[in-house]
């Protein structure tokens, strides 16, 4: 799959007049959709603005964005194929990597110097692709440890039961609460590592929710689980949006983006290259070029 | 030429000196707890009046000789202990002083009943050698240490880059190296330290080999972590070390050939042919190895286990052919180290060990995984470690790259060549 | 021979001093380890800080014991903190390595010539505890002994003894007390996955620091029962080989469990001083070769610190999880 193959966004503005017609279509149904749908567009209300962002790997430029913004409250998709800097915007956004330059915004407020557990604390979490559960702790153990501003995590106070005993009473009923939700009540004292590859995605997403985010990002939530359980992380995610929190998530596979998705953001080699309502973008040709072209290469090699 | 003579008897004298403890041992009258010693230079100079002062742990004074005709002199101590022995350099005659990097008080231990040697190494006085010469003569030591560095680092980088195992007990290959060259030379058929070392090489080959294919290659089979892995090595590690105690002891002993030899002088360094062979044969097995590495099949077979063992695996790769021969090189190498090791600081249990952690250093200096950079970071190691006697004790040497180490990676956590891995 | 000294010398070297010591060093090594996954490898120089801060404060300074043990475990506490700063963030690997190298270069300081004046240097230091002694409430006379056998003690042991295993009680309950907490949590998930840590909000290298700090005074106070024990301290008896021994009872007992670095402290020294025993009275047993007899002789030590060696090889091989540890947690741990 050679990367030169996939169009690069000098291409995009030709299609421009196809966004405009999907935008007017739908402007009844979502006011995001009233939204002019161009790579970088402005909208009503973001949460995370990104500006200049950019990130190279040695020679290769991973990561390079002029303007992204992702809108308060509803599901974005973030697609594109292999390598086109997905996993590693996400890097870049909750303070696991560090960009070369650039500068974004998070809950109206910058982001100066960006720390994982900072960001997190500030409503930021996140997912991992290779999901991270902490295999020798238990399920419910692992839930706890998603609860925020816990008293019984600072040294002083941890010898002292009493100090910490009823929040982390409080704790467990909220995390018994997400486990049920997430058909995890069952396996609540096994020891995480013994879960199959998607109850660990499962739980990694219950535990994200233990902190009542603003914001949640998921990378690849769907790789590698099996068909009834991946229906089962679509509605969770659907649920997700629709109780207030704002969902961005990374999929490798477009089909699986229209069912769940308001938004989709298409990347490819680091940029953005469209972006807009998930039919529109799915039926874009600039898209399906950066697909579909590496598709072609991939069958003929 | 005229300086060639002086440092051949200098090391002759030094040789000498060395020899001392035992005569004066065997000869001592054993009841008698004291301290002793000859003040000479050569075979023919010998040193009388010089004052040698004996003072306990709490640095009262506890005896005072002059030495006699023959240069000898004994001091007799009031019991078993720690003391402090000084000479007078003052009473040296003229142009004569102590060797460079000689101490001119020295700590002696003394058991109950036994006559203790100690040696001051006196020679031609440092007429203060100049410092850029001084300068030059340590980064040439750092230049030889840094290559016996790296290639004892060899085996240990591409050992972790190929499965991942931090061996511990690499050191003790380096040990066992010199050891086992030791023996060839000095005990078994006593032979010339060349064909022992070639021996040595190859006998350390086999010990790779059996190690790979009898203990690590079965363990990889049986997926233990990495961390059982390491403390397995610290295990072997410490096992090897206390059978080279059992068996060789643990005093250093040297080589029989190549001790003492005329320096030859290329402008401000003066070398000893075999300091010449040593960086000569170590930089011929290090381009071997490059190239090895850069053009072969094996060595492109090597890269893509290091890359991604499993993949490699699937592409037709023999993996456990490719991870044996590197055992194979690498523990030969390191034998080579501990052989030229040996010949620079004689045999001792612990030599490799010592040697582990500048190899350790090195390698993360430069970067963990990265040839080259295991390579520049080890000369780096070698380097600071003896241009450092230029300012600082000889004792304290192995604190500055040590030291050098930690403050590089409170700069760069990856190492000076390293990359940083990607999250996620 | 005689299995009756054997045992009282392996059971006097599993409950004496030595014991204590190590247990105290592999309690520290266990919260390093154990529960944080640090690769700490140089523990010891947390046990020499503590002898060694005790030993100057006394003997160079001339300050009351009890001024020199809060200097010795305020020194561990220090190197802790000027340890972490730059290692924290290392890879696992690296930071082994960097802790030996650190332990080492403050050995070679110790122990060097230059230091003579502060720290005794290669001479060692010694001081008197008498301090200590003087609040001894077993008679200790030159015949009083406790115990059967070869397993007894004199009064000035039996009062190192007392106040160590006491120490080591306290110890252990306050480690359980603080690891059974949230707190004791973020430590076992930053073991596991410390960028999950992260991802939940969980500031890392703040935890790490105070999981090295409390280690490491742990294993301070092991130096402070060493520095008493022997009225000083040398610097050959901090090598590197001292946090392996450390590993290897952490390692025995079971990591990551609240009784197994002490069981295994007992264990390692029960082992090896029976080996040393047993080898002792071999090589003065009639029916033995000479050529046998003459080559144990004088090498006992030598040979029972080469079983320490065997003994972490065979653990790893067949029973990885220690004594005490749990078998299923360490499948998961072959990742």
């Given at each position: 799959m050679p990367a030169d193959r996939i169009p690069s966004k000098e291409s995009a503005p030709d299609d421009r007049s196809s966004f405009m017609d999907s935008a007017r279509r739908t402007t009844e149904v979502e006011p995001i959709l009233t939204v002019h749908p161009?790579?970088?567009?402005?909208?009503?209300?973001?949460?995370?603005?990104?500006?200049?962002?950019?990130?190279?790997?040695?020679?290769?430029?991973?990561?390079?964005?002029?303007?992204?913004?992702?809108?308060?409250?509803?599901?974005?998709?973030?697609?594109?194929?292999?390598?086109?800097?997905?996993?590693?915007?996400?890097?870049?956004?909750?303070?696991?990597?560090?960009?070369?330059?650039?500068?974004?915004?998070?809950?109206?407020?910058?982001?100066?110097?960006?720390?994982?557990?900072?960001?997190?604390?500030?409503?930021?979490?996140?997912?991992?692709?290779?999901?991270?559960?902490?295999?020798?702790?238990?399920?419910?153990?692992?839930m706890l440890l998603g609860a925020p501003h816990q008293i019984g995590e600072q040294l002083w106070a941890a010898p002292f039961r009493p100090l910490w005993r009823n929040q982390e009473q409080a704790n467990t009923e909220r995390a018994d609460e997400?486990?049920?939700?997430?058909?995890?009540?069952?396996?609540?004292?096994?020891?995480?590592?013994?879960?199959?590859?998607?109850?660990?995605?499962?739980?990694?997403?219950?535990?994200?929710?233990?902190?009542?985010?603003?914001?949640?990002?998921?990378?690849?939530?769907?790789?590698?689980?099996?068909?009834?359980?991946?229906?089962?992380?679509?509605?969770?995610?659907?649920?997700?949006?629709?109780?207030?929190?704002?969902?961005?998530?990374?999929?490798?596979?477009?089909?699986?983006v229209s069912g769940i998705s308001d938004w989709v953001v298409v990347l490819a080699q680091g940029q953005v290259i469209a972006e807009g309502g998930p039919w529109k973008v799915i039926h874009d040709e600039v898209v399906i070029d950066a697909y579909l072209g590496r598709r072609r290469a991939g069958t003929s090699s | 030429m005229r300086r060639g003579k002086i440092l051949l008897g200098l090391a002759l004298g030094l040789l000498m000196a060395l020899a001392v403890p035992a005569l004066a041992q065997d000869g001592a009258d054993h009841g008698q707890t004291q301290l002793n010693g000859t003040i000479r230079f050569g075979f023919d100079q010998f040193f009388e009046g010089v004052t040698i002062t004996v003072a306990d742990s709490s640095g009262a004074e506890v005896g005072q000789a002059a030495t006699d005709a023959d240069g000898r002199w004994s001091v007799p101590v009031p019991g078993p202990g720690a003391y402090r022995v000084s000479i007078d350099t003052g009473t040296l005659p003229e142009g004569i002083g102590l060797r460079e990097g000689q101490e001119s008080v020295v700590d002696a231990v003394v058991d109950a009943g036994q006559s203790r040697a100690v040696v001051f190494a006196v020679g031609e006085a440092p007429k203060g050698t100049p410092f850029g010469e001084r300068a030059a003569q340590t980064v040439f030591n750092g230049f030889k240490f840094g290559l016996i560095i790296a290639m004892s680092a060899i085996g240990l980088s591409l050992i972790y880059g190929t499965t991942g195992l931090v061996n511990f007990a690499h050191g003790e290959l380096v040990t066992f190296g010199a050891v086992i060259a030791w023996y060839f030379n000095s005990s078994w058929g006593e032979l010339n330290l060349i064909v022992a070392a070639v021996l040595t090489v190859i006998v350390c080959g086999m010990l790779g080999a059996g190690l790979e294919s009898?203990?690590?290659?079965?363990?990889?089979?049986?997926?233990?972590?990495?961390?059982?892995?390491?403390?397995?090595?610290?295990?072997?590690?410490?096992?090897?070390?206390?059978?080279?105690?059992?068996?060789?002891?643990?005093?250093?002993?040297?080589?029989?050939?190549?001790?003492?030899?005329?320096?030859?002088?290329?402008?401000?360094?003066?070398?000893?042919?075999?300091?010449?062979?040593?960086?000569?044969?170590?930089?011929?097995?290090?381009?071997?190895?490059?190239?090895?590495?850069q053009k072969t099949r094996?060595?492109?077979?090597?890269r893509a286990v290091a890359d991604n063992a499993d993949l490699a695996a699937v592409s037709g790769i023999n993996v456990n052919r490719v991870v044996l021969i590197v055992w194979v090189m690498g523990a030969a190498l390191a034998g080579l180290g501990g052989v030229f090791q040996g010949l620079d600081a004689d045999i001792d249990p612990f030599l490799g060990f010592q040697l582990l952690l500048l190899i350790f250093a090195g390698v993360e200096l430069g970067g963990l995984g990265t040839a080259y950079g295991a390579l520049a970071g080890s000369l780096i190691i070698g380097m600071s470690t003896e241009v450092s006697t230029l300012w600082i004790s000889p004792e304290l040497k192995f604190v500055v790259p040590l030291a050098a180490l930690i403050l590089v990676l409170l700069l760069r956590p990856q190492g000076l060549f390293g990359v940083k891995a990607r999250v996620g | 021979?005689?299995?009756?000294?054997?045992?009282?010398?392996?059971?006097?070297?599993?409950?004496?001093?030595?014991?204590?010591?190590?247990?105290?060093?592999?309690?520290?090594?266990?919260?390093?380890?154990?529960?944080?996954?640090?690769?700490?490898?140089?523990?010891?120089?947390?046990?020499?800080?503590?002898?060694?801060?005790?030993?100057?404060?006394?003997?160079?300074?001339?300050?009351?014991?009890?001024?020199?043990?809060?200097?010795?475990?305020?020194?561990?506490?220090?190197?802790?903190?000027?340890?972490?700063?730059?290692?924290?963030?290392?890879?696992?690997?690296?930071?082994?390595?960097?802790?030996?190298?650190?332990?080492?270069?403050?050995?070679?300081?110790?122990?060097?010539?230059?230091?003579?004046?502060?720290?005794?240097?290669?001479?060692?230091?010694?001081?008197?505890?008498?301090?200590?002694?003087?609040?001894?409430?077993?008679?200790?006379?030159?015949?009083?002994?406790?115990?059967?056998?070869?397993?007894?003690?004199?009064?000035?042991?039996?009062?190192?003894?007392?106040?160590?295993?006491?120490?080591?009680?306290?110890?252990?309950?306050?480690?359980?007390?603080?690891?059974?907490?949230?707190?004791?949590?973020?430590?076992?998930?930053?073991?596991?996955d410390q960028d999950a840590a992260r991802s939940l909000g969980k500031n890392v290298f703040s935890y790490k620091m105070q999981a090295l700090m409390i280690g490491g005074v742990i294993g301070g106070m092991a130096g402070v029962i060493d520095a008493i024990k022997t009225s000083g301290a040398d610097p050959n008896?901090?090598?590197?080989?001292?946090?392996?021994?450390?590993?290897?009872?952490?390692?025995?007992?079971?990591?990551?469990?609240?009784?197994?670095?002490?069981?295994?402290?007992?264990?390692?020294?029960?082992?090896?001083?029976?080996?040393?025993?047993?080898?002792?009275?071999?090589?003065?047993?009639?029916?033995?070769?000479?050529?046998?007899?003459?080559?144990?002789?004088?090498?006992?030590?030598?040979?029972?610190?080469?079983?320490?060696?065997?003994?972490?090889?065979?653990?790893?091989?067949?029973?990885?999880?220690?004594?005490?540890?749990n078998r299923i947690e360490m499948q998961l741990d072959a990742r």
């Amino acid at each position: 799959m050679p990367a030169d193959r996939i169009p690069s966004k000098e291409s995009a503005p030709d299609d421009r007049s196809s966004f405009m017609d999907s935008a007017r279509r739908t402007t009844e149904v979502e006011p995001i959709l009233t939204v002019h749908p161009k790579p970088g567009v402005a909208k009503p209300n973001p949460i995370l603005t990104m500006d200049g962002l950019r990130r190279s790997f040695g020679g290769l430029t991973a990561v390079d964005i002029d303007h992204l913004e992702i809108e308060r409250g509803i599901v974005t998709a973030l697609i594109g194929p292999n390598g086109a800097g997905k996993t590693t915007l996400f890097n870049l956004i909750t303070g696991f990597d560090r960009a070369d330059r650039g500068r974004w915004e998070f809950n109206g407020q910058m982001v100066t110097s960006p720390s994982p557990d900072r960001l997190a604390r500030r409503g930021m979490v996140r997912t991992f692709q290779l999901t991270k559960s902490l295999a020798k702790l238990s399920v419910l153990q692992n839930m706890l440890l998603g609860a925020p501003h816990q008293i019984g995590e600072q040294l002083w106070a941890a010898p002292f039961r009493p100090l910490w005993r009823n929040q982390e009473q409080a704790n467990t009923e909220r995390a018994d609460e997400l486990l049920e939700q997430f058909n995890l009540a069952h396996m609540r004292d096994e020891l995480a590592g013994t879960l199959s590859g998607g109850q660990r995605k499962l739980l990694e997403m219950a535990r994200a929710l233990m902190s009542d985010p603003a914001l949640v990002m998921l990378d690849e939530p769907m790789a590698g689980v099996n068909p009834a359980l991946a229906q089962s992380l679509l509605g969770h995610i659907t649920e997700l949006a629709l109780s207030g929190v704002t969902v961005v998530y990374i999929e490798h596979d477009m089909d699986v983006v229209s069912g769940i998705s308001d938004w989709v953001v298409v990347l490819a080699q680091g940029q953005v290259i469209a972006e807009g309502g998930p039919w529109k973008v799915i039926h874009d040709e600039v898209v399906i070029d950066a697909y579909l072209g590496r598709r072609r290469a991939g069958t003929s090699s | 030429m005229r300086r060639g003579k002086i440092l051949l008897g200098l090391a002759l004298g030094l040789l000498m000196a060395l020899a001392v403890p035992a005569l004066a041992q065997d000869g001592a009258d054993h009841g008698q707890t004291q301290l002793n010693g000859t003040i000479r230079f050569g075979f023919d100079q010998f040193f009388e009046g010089v004052t040698i002062t004996v003072a306990d742990s709490s640095g009262a004074e506890v005896g005072q000789a002059a030495t006699d005709a023959d240069g000898r002199w004994s001091v007799p101590v009031p019991g078993p202990g720690a003391y402090r022995v000084s000479i007078d350099t003052g009473t040296l005659p003229e142009g004569i002083g102590l060797r460079e990097g000689q101490e001119s008080v020295v700590d002696a231990v003394v058991d109950a009943g036994q006559s203790r040697a100690v040696v001051f190494a006196v020679g031609e006085a440092p007429k203060g050698t100049p410092f850029g010469e001084r300068a030059a003569q340590t980064v040439f030591n750092g230049f030889k240490f840094g290559l016996i560095i790296a290639m004892s680092a060899i085996g240990l980088s591409l050992i972790y880059g190929t499965t991942g195992l931090v061996n511990f007990a690499h050191g003790e290959l380096v040990t066992f190296g010199a050891v086992i060259a030791w023996y060839f030379n000095s005990s078994w058929g006593e032979l010339n330290l060349i064909v022992a070392a070639v021996l040595t090489v190859i006998v350390c080959g086999m010990l790779g080999a059996g190690l790979e294919s009898g203990l690590f290659r079965p363990l990889r089979a049986r997926r233990l972590g990495i961390f059982q892995l390491v403390v397995i090595t610290i295990g072997l590690s410490l096992l090897g070390r206390q059978l080279v105690q059992l068996f060789f002891g643990a005093e250093p002993l040297p080589y029989r050939d190549f001790q003492v030899q005329e320096r030859w002088e290329f402008g401000p360094w003066a070398v000893t042919p075999r300091e010449v062979a040593t960086i000569a044969v170590i930089i011929a097995a290090l381009v071997a190895v490059g190239l090895m590495l850069q053009k072969t099949r094996f060595g492109k077979a090597t890269r893509a286990v290091a890359d991604n063992a499993d993949l490699a695996a699937v592409s037709g790769i023999n993996v456990n052919r490719v991870v044996l021969i590197v055992w194979v090189m690498g523990a030969a190498l390191a034998g080579l180290g501990g052989v030229f090791q040996g010949l620079d600081a004689d045999i001792d249990p612990f030599l490799g060990f010592q040697l582990l952690l500048l190899i350790f250093a090195g390698v993360e200096l430069g970067g963990l995984g990265t040839a080259y950079g295991a390579l520049a970071g080890s000369l780096i190691i070698g380097m600071s470690t003896e241009v450092s006697t230029l300012w600082i004790s000889p004792e304290l040497k192995f604190v500055v790259p040590l030291a050098a180490l930690i403050l590089v990676l409170l700069l760069r956590p990856q190492g000076l060549f390293g990359v940083k891995a990607r999250v996620g | 021979m005689d299995f009756d000294i054997i045992f009282g010398n392996a059971a006097r070297a599993a409950f004496g001093p030595e014991a204590i010591i190590l247990a105290l060093a592999a309690i520290g090594l266990n919260i390093h380890f154990g529960f944080t996954g640090l690769l700490n490898f140089g523990q010891v120089g947390f046990i020499m800080l503590g002898a060694y801060g005790t030993s100057v404060a006394v003997a160079t300074f001339g300050w009351s014991l009890w001024v020199g043990i809060p200097i010795g475990l305020f020194l561990a506490l220090a190197l802790a903190v000027a340890l972490g700063i730059p290692t924290l963030r290392l890879h696992a690997v690296m930071f082994a390595i960097v802790t030996i190298a650190a332990a080492e270069i403050i050995r070679i300081l110790i122990g060097s010539t230059d230091a003579i004046g502060l720290t005794g240097g290669p001479l060692s230091v010694s001081f008197d505890a008498g301090a200590f002694f003087d609040l001894n409430p077993y008679a200790d006379g030159p015949q009083d002994r406790y115990g059967v056998g070869t397993f007894a003690f004199t009064g000035q042991q039996m009062w190192v003894i007392t106040v160590g295993w006491l120490l080591v009680a306290l110890v252990s309950f306050g480690v359980f007390l603080i690891i059974r907490s949230p707190w004791g949590r973020v430590l076992k998930s930053i073991r596991e996955d410390q960028d999950a840590a992260r991802s939940l909000g969980k500031n890392v290298f703040s935890y790490k620091m105070q999981a090295l700090m409390i280690g490491g005074v742990i294993g301070g106070m092991a130096g402070v029962i060493d520095a008493i024990k022997t009225s000083g301290a040398d610097p050959n008896g901090f090598r590197p080989q001292v946090t392996f021994y450390t590993y290897t009872a952490l390692l025995l007992g079971g990591t990551a469990t609240y009784l197994g670095p002490v069981l295994g402290a007992i264990l390692f020294w029960f082992l090896r001083e029976w080996i040393e025993s047993f080898l002792r009275q071999l090589a003065a047993e009639a029916w033995l070769p000479g050529a046998i007899a003459d080559f144990l002789e004088g090498s006992e030590g030598i040979i029972s610190v080469g079983m320490v060696g065997l003994a972490l090889v065979l653990l790893m091989l067949f029973r990885p999880q220690g004594i005490t540890g749990n078998r299923i947690e360490m499948q998961l741990d072959a990742r």
